[in-house]
């Protein structure tokens, strides 16, 4: 299917483990973009991608990791998680040049961390 | 990046035209305003943007007066399924990512 997807949609992880959150997307998007959400912060952004091979930390980077070898994928590590990391994780996508761009966001990623 | 203050919560009723006001003080010459709708265990989607005066769309039109300091999202008649989360963005011409706040959440009553 067309689109952005993301994987797991559900994960339950314990302290300590290292967790991968894949994101795909399949209209060939320049950009994209890792956030996390949390009650009461709203949307906040981990690291974004401007192309392949091209990244960047955003507001919350620390205990993220992220890669970006193909365009169409941008995987999102969690090296060692903690509890402060469960959450809801967005990814999104944007193919057009700022400023009039739109950000496409997947479903979602509900992790929690035991 | 421009901060945005903009209302924490709101309500309405179904049928009510809904006016979100933002306040964006330091906006820069080169910033437009940019709006998203999230609905509850949904990413969010792109509503609208606009640099000056009013843009409309199929969804929603957009106020902004001259000194750009302020922006009003205006929803049309709204119903039940218009219930969520609305953020206002300003976004820089040199950005190339965004940053969401808290938003305002809009609860439509019937």
């Known amino acids: 299917d067309a689109g952005i997807t993301q994987s797991p949609r559900y994960k339950i992880t314990e302290t300590g483990r290292q967790v991968t959150l894949m994101c795909h997307q399949t209209w060939s998007h320049s950009y994209m973009f890792w956030y996390r959400q949390d009650l009461g912060h709203g949307l906040r952004l981990i690291y974004y991608?401007?192309?392949?091979?091209?990244?960047d930390k955003g507001e919350v980077p620390d205990g993220y990791v992220v890669s970006r070898s193909k365009t169409e994928n941008f995987p999102l590590t969690l090296e060692s998680a903690t509890r402060s990391q469960t959450s809801v994780y967005f990814c999104?996508?944007?193919?057009?040049?700022?400023?009039?761009?739109?950000?496409?966001f997947g479903p979602g990623t509900r992790l929690t961390v035991t | 990046l421009a901060k945005t203050t903009q209302p924490i919560s709101m309500d309405s009723y179904e049928g009510q035209e809904v006016n979100i006001t933002c306040s964006h003080n330091?906006?820069?010459?080169?910033?437009?305003i940019t709006w998203y709708q999230q609905f509850p265990s949904q990413g969010p989607r792109f509503i609208i943007q606009?640099?000056?005066t009013k843009v409309t769309n199929e969804v929603a039109s957009l106020f902004i007066p001259a000194d750009r300091k302020s922006s009003t999202l205006s929803l049309p008649r709204v119903s039940l399924s218009d219930t969520a989360v609305y953020y206002c963005?300003?976004?820089?011409?040199?950005?190339?990512?965004?940053?969401f706040g808290k938003g305002t959440r809009l609860h439509i009553l019937p």
């Open positions: 606009g640099y000056k």
């Open positions: 330091n906006i820069a010459t080169n910033d437009y």
């Open positions: 999104a996508s944007s193919g057009g040049q700022p400023p009039l761009y739109e950000q496409y």
């Open positions: 963005l300003v976004v820089a011409n040199r950005d190339d990512k965004i940053i």
């Open positions: 991608s401007a192309a392949a091979d091209i990244t």
